[in-house]
């Protein structure tokens, strides 16, 4: 019997309407873990590095993370994974929210899409029953929208439904994937799927989910739950009230938005406003806000309510998660009112709340700066709010102009030139991110954003404070009951980092430490992403009750896989680096990995190159980021080194290092 | 009849903190599988909750008495301009509607507040307080006759559904395949 997993996919070719259940090799969970291990297992077997993301060889997987639908609190993500139209490298998006668990107890822990369907349709899996639907009468609907139809329909109140809305059937590169509170929303996955032709995926299970050894596991869970009440009860000290606690941010509770409205940069990452945050903001926000949540909610078996329903005077309801709350709103130079109103229709339409609001502020700049002219916008409204919902249409229809900026700043400031691409200042790997712009280098953060294969930085931190506290008093206070470091190094790091003087930033943590300390960090996300962990109890806080002590004990009783630190380390890496081979088979390279270029004011160029010199050879690649056959060998990833050779990404003699053979001899 | 003191336990619900995450129906059905907490399955599970995020609606039931007909009246519920069936908002598994039910056998499920444990686990897992545990002393008037136990519920459950003929044939049958 397989536990935690169900052990089969559901492999759906769209463009044959064939449909099969495929059982799973165990053993390549032992590998990879699940959810995005296995996917990225997947996509490097069978996407090679000539299919295009819209090409209908191109897969769309939907990942149920390992432990998702066993009682392990928070433990909802489906990790989507696919070839990503705006990077052209592999993207791996995640939502929370219901569908994954849904999906466990129908009886498959992925959903696997190939081909493309030739009208649009939508998948119901009802257990063992799975049927390709006609939806061409859903075409054009929103996503939230669609979901309600569907269920209506087939009379299903309990299905889950992950749609696209109209942003995802148009391809725009930043349209998401909608299901109900949580969305998949970085990389253009939604226009992956909204070119395969298929509307949505519905589920609904009603069967088992097996644990290996249930009563270790429930205590486990006890224990988390345990401390989860614990730390809502003392919240970390010394810290914003953001990273006090545990969850996703906790934007829909959080009235205060001073820290961010005044140090994130406003526009396309253009400006910051100090002195932004008066007491008449304050209470006009507030209300605003109270006026439009009707409940705080939560996914599923967590009690975290980090999303909260939304409904604005006139427009539909709908549900609303951490930032994105604000990103319209500074992005348009406006108030909370218009940001909520906007969200709405954009969830709706289905894009990324990060990347829209950035392109349509980016199209403004410009036409302010003469490098698009009015005719480019014709019959676009005068005032400020009005251009914004304009421009949102436009793009998720991708009608005149629409149509370049559908395509994200980077494809569309090469299309426009003349000057264009300088507006397009604040992407890594084509994509855009968070509108921060700051003084002094981070070497830390500069690793993050550098060589983070997701992308989107706001996913890779977490672990090790973002700052030194003031006093070495506070330090040595916060380390007492930092249990959750791999280790006791971590302590020390972190007591002699000082905000000034000898051991501060940029020198201090040194190189080996960033290197440490950023490896730690990414290290969690990824096993995260592989059970299917919210990251907001785990990888993303300070401080969480999942960590590397416990995690091979909830993977070892839950899913009967025997694991150590250790072990559970070695899979992340090997995954890790599969993800990574995956996208340096695509051409990824050295000079891709770099942080926007006036990302920071103060920059510390050698140091930069001494950093991702160190980070690469801790992470076993050579000088251009390619991982190097040796390291390939020792994670058992073989394959990968073999066709690196045969691609001529390594030469030859990489797999002929004579040391590297007495090793894997050794090994055996 | 006789008079005697009965612990009448209660789960107060609070439908405005629910955040309709679940976790009670996770743990419930969790418990409740054989061996205890080997598997889980909402589906299962003796509390569930009608969850309309869209309309606000998030109400936890926890299973009643099985009802061996269905119910004469089925009024009609507009909460937000949304109609509702009383049977949504109902406790007890009965002939017409799944709700319940266990997914496969079809017999009624019903909240047995967790016997052995010291309290209800859906409680203990709600950390948002939406439910909440409640005991108290009653007198009460005690009716001579028992309540059905689950095996006569179970068989009740059978014969209305399969009829009482094809019941008995099955039970022959498989006490042959037995001897
Ligand atoms: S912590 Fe927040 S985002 Fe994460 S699972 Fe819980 S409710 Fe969802
Ligand atoms: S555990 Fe509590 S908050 Fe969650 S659904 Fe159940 S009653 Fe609601
Ligand atoms: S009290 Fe126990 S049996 Fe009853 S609904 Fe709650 S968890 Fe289930």
């Known amino acids: 019997m397989r536990y935690a997993e169900t052990g089969y996919n559901l492999e759906i070719d769209l ?257 910051r406003r100090k002195g932004f945050w008066t007491d008449e903001i304050a209470k006009e926000w507030t209300e605003t806000m109270e006026k439009a949540r009707t409940r705080l909610i939560s996914c599923f078996n967590c009690p975290m309510k980090c999303g909260a329903t939304i409904s604005m005077p006139g427009l539909p309801t709908y549900m609303m998660k951490c930032f994105t709350k604000l990103t319209y709103t500074m992005g348009a130079f406006s108030d909370l009112d218009f940001g909520l109103r906007i969200a709405q229709k954009a969830t709706e339409y289905g894009v990324d709340g990060f990347s829209a609001p950035q392109v349509m502020a980016f199209a403004i700049e410009l036409l302010e700066n003469g490098i698009l002219s009015k005719d480019d916008f014709p019959g676009m409204p005068e005032d400020n709010e009005g251009r914004f919902f304009y421009l949102l249409d436009m793009i998720v229809r991708r009608e005149g102009i629409g149509d370049l900026l559908a395509n994200g700043t980077y494809w569309a400031a090469k299309e426009i030139g003349n000057g264009a691409e300088e507006f397009a200042h604040n992407n890594i790997k084509k994509t855009e991110q968070l509108p921060l712009k700051l003084s002094m280098l981070n070497p830390i953060y500069f690793l993050m954003y550098s060589t983070g294969e997701k992308i989107n930085i706001t996913q890779i931190e977490g672990q090790f404070p973002q700052a030194p506290f003031p006093t070495r008093e506070a330090r040595e206070e916060f380390v007492k009951d930092w249990i959750q470091v791999p280790d006791d190094r971590f302590k020390q790091y972190f007591v002699d980092w000082e905000l000034r003087g000898e051991n501060s930033m940029p020198f201090y943590p040194t190189v080996e430490m960033c290197c440490d300390i950023v490896d730690w960090q990414e290290r969690m996300h990824y096993i995260d992403d592989a059970l299917g962990q919210c990251a907001g109890l785990s990888s993303f806080p300070l401080k969480p009750p999942y960590h590397i002590h416990n995690y091979p004990k909830f993977i070892s009783a839950g899913a009967g896989i025997e694991m150590d630190e250790e072990k559970l380390t070695a899979a992340a890496k090997r995954y890790r680096t599969l993800v990574r081979a995956i996208n340096i088979r695509r051409g990824m390279r050295r000079k891709d990995e770099k942080p926007p270029a006036n990302h920071w004011k103060k920059r510390f160029p050698e140091l930069e190159e001494q950093l991702l010199d160190a980070y690469y050879k801790l992470k076993g690649w050579n000088r251009d980021g390619i991982p190097t056959a040796e390291s390939l060998r020792e994670l058992g990833l073989d394959y990968v080194s073999e066709d690196f050779i045969q691609r001529g990404i390594l030469g030859d003699d990489e797999a002929a290092d004579p040391t590297a053979n007495q090793q894997a001899a050794t090994a055996q | 009849m006789t008079s005697k003191k009965k612990t009448i336990k209660n789960i107060k619900i609070d439908v405005d903190k629910c955040n309709g995450c679940r976790a009670c129906e996770v743990i419930c059905s969790s418990f409740h599988a054989m061996p205890k907490y080997s598997s889980n399955n909402p589906a299962r599970s003796r509390i569930r909750v009608i969850h309309d995020p869209l309309r606000d609606i998030y109400v936890p039931v926890y299973a009643g008495e099985y009802a061996v007909a269905e119910c004469a009246g089925r009024d009609k519920y507009v909460i937000d301009g949304k109609e509702y069936d009383e049977c949504a908002f109902c406790r007890a598994a009965c002939p017409s509607r799944e709700e319940f039910k266990e997914p496969d056998s079809g017999l009624p499920l019903k909240c047995d507040m967790c016997e052995g444990e010291d309290e209800p686990l859906c409680v203990k897992w709600c950390l948002v307080d939406a439910l909440t545990y409640e005991e108290r002393e009653e007198e009460v008037v005690v009716e001579e006759e028992d309540t059905p136990d689950e095996i006569e519920i179970g068989l009740e459950t059978l014969i209305n559904k399969h009829g009482l003929d094809k019941l008995l044939d099955t039970v022959e049958q498989l006490a042959k395949d037995k001897s």
């Open chain 1, 15 to 271: 463009s044959r309407g064939n449909i099969e259940k495929v059982a799973t090799d165990p053993k390549e969970t032992e590998l990879y873990l699940g959810g995005l291990g296995t996917n990225a297992k997947l996509i490097w077997d069978r996407v090679p590095p000539e299919v295009e993301p819209f090409s209908p060889d191109n897969l769309l997987i939907f990942g149920a993370g390992l432990l998702c639908g066993t009682p392990a609190t928070g433990c909802n993500r489906t990790i989507v994974s696919t070839i990503s139209p705006q990077t052209r490298l592999l993207a791996f998006s995640m939502m929370g929210g219901f569908w994954a668990p849904e999906l466990k107890y129908a009886g498959y822990d992925k959903v696997v899409l190939r081909g493309k369907s030739p009208d649009l349709v939508y998948i119901w899996i009802h257990d063992d029953k799975v049927e390709i639907r006609d939806a061409s009468h859903l075409r054009g609907k929103g996503a939230i929208e669609t979901a309600e139809l569907i269920k209506q329909e087939l009379n299903q109140p309990k299905a889950q439904v992950a749609a696209i809305g109209m942003a995802g059937e148009n391809r725009v590169y930043y349209a998401s994937i909608e299901q109900g509170r949580s969305s998949a929303s970085r990389g253009g996955i939604g226009a992956v799927m909204g070119d395969k032709g298929v509307k949505a995926i519905v589920v609904r299970g009603t069967r088992d989910l097996n644990i290996a050894r249930p009563e270790e596991f429930l205590g486990l869970c006890n224990e988390v739950l345990d401390y989860i009440k614990y730390r809502e009860e003392h919240p970390i000290p010394g810290v914003m009230p953001i990273l006090a606690g545990l969850g996703s941010p906790q934007e829909m509770k959080v009235h205060d938005e001073k820290w961010h409205t005044e140090n994130f940069m406003w526009g396309n990452s253009r400006e």
